[in-house]
């Protein structure tokens, strides 16, 4: 045993060189995959943990009229119900303003919230500050703003704006804000932008400013529009049904009061941030892979040259297991080294994430070490490249050098292109590039091609990735829309008086009507509640995409989205049992799956839910399980030779309103994904620099190991600058056999992946190719070597054959 330990010291010593350049490589690859899984983690939890941290309300409430149809609520009775265990209560003003640069925040748009308490720690939705401060509680022209209205109109800390504050009157008829006048008129200074735990996307805050106690008792006569209430209960889980049940008792009308459980606004938030930590694992997994095989490709050329050297280790008696023990060796300080720097590399990576809005919602922002990612992922990658490094030193502990030799075959290509009158150096270096050699001087080259190949095709996928995304949200189809516009209110009285006009518009080739955001249970082999599409095709046929299948004929059909039909375990084809969640309804109604649906996402139209999370059905059968469901949405699909402006003008005669008819709108999470900062970009970039560190590892061992060809090659005439020729013609042939296998694979594994994730995430599963990046893959791969190449080529040129050849 002392003998091996003396080898395997030896063996460090003489390749220490190749051993720091191995566990570089695998700590950088290494390092961007554990940084990858730990920025999806924390984009992934960042909200739960802002809730934590700013002490998140259970349910909202109010006392008024806050939105059409809704009931009226005695606030303070039901600040002192059972179930509530701390009440936040604060004052709303709707207003208009016009900011010192000349922005516009139209009248009714917006409110101001209010507290007749100053913010303490332990407030419910404490607001968290993004930039400046909050207000001073006894100044009345301070306010801060919510990010997502300073976002849309531009304002930053530090500029004025004149408010109009409207008196309560103008509640809920917003259409008269723009001529009532104002209680009073103040110049108020910007002084912070914060967000609250009601207020990222895709929610809509309501309550974007937020004003200091004393505005609060100053206006809280004349203009208080309505008193809002967050709650936070004994127990969420057991007294939500029970708080509702009493709210109801409260109302006016039993039912129709403002209810905002905090679970379904952080469904559509963490909706939006869980979809861009899909993106990231999604990343780990590719660098993963390609670091795993680009590992194991590194191990297969270390057991291939160690192999050298068995027949006289073996004769110096060495057992194969002995054999198997000094590679095992020699990897795991490789392995150490490595995982040493690749936890350095993910922490350093850290401060790039979370991405989008869980960046907001980060509790604290900067670098981080998810101790739980870098326990179990440095494990991994030890035992991982050890157990690399055992299997191909094992399967060449089995050989001899002298076997080796032998099955050293030459190929047929430099031969073609020497009888093709190619240069010497041009024939040299494809020879180098596509035969392994013998004795001394062999190299495993199907490894190095692979490796190569393997960061190509990662390349190749992540750019099929990137054209279907752009694909999909350039075509509102793959996300549910098939109409041009959509008018009515989805939380508004009925609108059937509108059905007759639509019918006989010329500018409307098509049409539904219905109602799209009450909510049934669905019962298969498992239950659950979704929104409920229920709608008429009064015109034309018009309705959600459908990805499998075809939309409902018939009130005993339904379309179910694709996480609603994997949640109650049925297909296309099967019966559901569907019953509506209001009480009193009649008996479960059976119904047939006729298609997988794809639902537009937008809050006002679907309750939040994602687009695999809704259902459809006729607008019969949602009166069958809601008798009194108000027809009040209605999509629309333009005549043909009507254009989107045309169009637009003429439904909004028909309607009227004061709000315009609204395009198909990119689903929220999808336009947030489309906005992601180049986190992935610079991860993706650090694996691109992976791949050239591997092909110039590659290199500069083939001109230490092949040091002795290239000898013969200077003695036979080369000149420098021939032999500089030759190991660049070697790196562009390695570049040229990775890329004929990596583009056709990695486009074939891009589309069978986007198909895979699309569906599983609600959408129409259809990939982009897009041609350009794909050729440009091409030239900029060949450069890449070529660059490479030419710095391996200086120690190259510089050989000394007389030097070298004299120890043979």
Not at 231 to 247: G, I, M, N, S, Y
Not at 406 to 420: C, F, G, K, M, T
Not at 653 to 670: M, V
């Amino acid at each position: 045993m002392s003998a091996v330990w003396m080898r395997a010291r030896a063996e460090l010593r003489a390749r220490w060189r190749s051993s720091v350049a191995a566990a570089l490589l695998i700590g950088l690859g290494g390092g961007v995959v554990l940084g990858a899984i730990a920025m999806g983690r924390r984009t992934d939890t960042a909200y739960q943990r802002f809730l934590a941290a700013n002490n998140g309300y259970d349910v909202v409430t109010s006392s008024g009229a806050s939105g059409a149809g809704l009931s009226p609520l005695d606030i303070d009775a039901a600040s002192r119900l059972p179930q509530v265990a701390d009440r936040r209560i604060t004052d709303i003003f709707f207003f208009g303003a016009r900011t010192d640069s000349g922005e516009v925040l139209p009248r009714g748009e917006s409110a101001i919230l209010a507290d007749p308490v100053p913010v303490r720690a332990d407030m419910i939705n404490r607001p968290k500050v993004l930039v400046g401060r909050l207000p001073n509680p006894a100044r009345i022209d301070e306010v801060a703003l919510g990010f997502q209205l300073a976002n849309a109109h531009h304002i930053h800390v530090g500029e004025g704006m004149t408010v109009d504050v409207l008196p309560t009157a103008t509640l809920p008829d917003f259409n008269q804000a723009t001529t009532t006048k104002a209680v009073a008129t103040l110049h108020v200074r910007i002084v912070g932008i914060i967000v609250v735990p009601g207020g990222f996307p895709p929610t809509q805050s309501y309550f974007e400013v937020f004003a200091s106690t004393a505005f609060g008792n100053r206006y809280a006569v004349p203009a208080a529009a309505v008193r809002e209430m967050f709650v936070k209960l004994h127990d969420p889980q057991r007294d939500l049904a029970a708080f509702k049940a009493a709210l109801d008792k409260l109302a006016a009308s039993p039912g129709r009061e403002q209810f905002i459980p905090r679970s379904g606004t952080a469904l559509a938030v963490e909706r939006s941030t869980h979809l861009r930590a899909v993106v990231l694992w999604l990343f780990a997994g590719l660098a993963a892979a390609t670091v795993t095989l680009i590992a194991g490709q590194l191990q297969a050329r270390d057991a291939f040259l160690s192999s050298m050297d068995n027949g006289p280790l073996r004769a110096l008696g060495v057992t194969s297991g002995q054999i198997v023990l000094l590679g095992v060796l020699r990897v795991l300080v490789i392995a150490v080294l490595g995982v040493l720097g690749a936890l350095g590399v993910a922490v350093l990576l850290s401060p790039l994430g979370p991405l989008g809005a869980a960046r907001l919602a980060e509790p604290s922002p900067g670098y981080s070490a998810d101790a739980l990612v870098l326990l179990l992922g440095g494990v991994a990658i030890i035992l991982g490249v050890t157990a690399l490094g055992a299997f191909f030193t094992w399967m060449r502990a089995r050989r001899t050098a002298r076997a080796t030799r032998e099955r050293a075959r030459p190929s047929r290509i430099p031969d073609v292109l020497a009888r093709a009158s190619f240069r010497p150096s041009a024939v040299a270096g494809v020879r180098m590039a596509v035969e392994t050699g013998s004795g001394p001087t062999s190299m495993p080259i199907r490894s190095t091609t692979t490796g190569l190949a393997i960061a190509v095709g990662a390349l190749t996928v992540a750019i099929v990735f990137g054209s279907s995304l752009q694909h999909l949200l350039a075509t509102p189809r793959l996300f549910g829309f098939t109409w041009d516009a959509s008018e009515g209110n989805p939380f508004g009285p009925d609108l059937s008086r509108f059905l007759g006009p639509l019918s006989a518009s010329p500018a409307v080739g098509a049409y539904f009507s219905g109602t799209t955001i009450l909510r049934a249970n669905i019962t298969g082999s498992a239950t659950t509640d979704a929104p409920v599409w229920g709608l008429d095709q009064n015109k034309g046929d018009v309705a959600p995409a459908v990805s499998e299948g075809r939309w409902v004929k018939a009130p005993d059909e339904i379309v179910l989205g694709s996480k609603i039909m994997r949640r109650v375990g049925t297909h296309v084809g099967g019966l559901v049992a569907v019953f509506g969640e209001q009480a009193g309804n009649a008996a479960p109604v059976t119904m047939r799956v006729v298609g997988q649906g794809v639902f537009p996402t937008e809050a006002d139209e679907t309750g939040g839910a994602g687009p695999g999370e809704a259902v459809g059905m006729t607008f019969d059968a949602l009166r069958r399980l809601v008798p009194d469901a108000p027809r009040n949405v209605f999509g629309i699909r333009f005549a043909a030779g009507i254009s989107s402006a045309e169009g637009k003008a003429a439904v909004e005669k028909i309607f009227n309103f004061d709000s315009p008819a609204q395009g198909p709108n990119r689903p929220s999470d999808l336009a947030d994904l489309a906005r992601v900062d180049g986190t992935p970009l610079i991860l993706a970039a650090l694996m691109g620099l992976l791949a050239v560190a591997t092909l110039a590892h590659t290199l500069v061992a083939t001109t230490r190991r092949r040091a002795r060809d290239l000898a013969i090659l200077k003695t036979l005439g080369f000149s420098r600058g021939q032999l500089s020729s030759t190991m660049l013609w070697q790196g562009g042939t390695l570049a040229v056999a990775g890329l004929i296998v990596a583009i056709p694979l990695g486009v074939s594994i891009g589309r069978w992946s986007w198909t895979l994730i699309s569906r599983g995430l609600g959408f129409v599963p259809e990939p982009a190719t897009r041609l350009l990046p794909l050729v440009a893959v091409v030239p900029c791969t060949i450069v890449a070597a070529l660059i490479v190449g030419a710095i391996a080529a200086a120690p190259a040129a510089r050989t000394r054959a007389a030097v070298i050849l004299r120890a043979e």
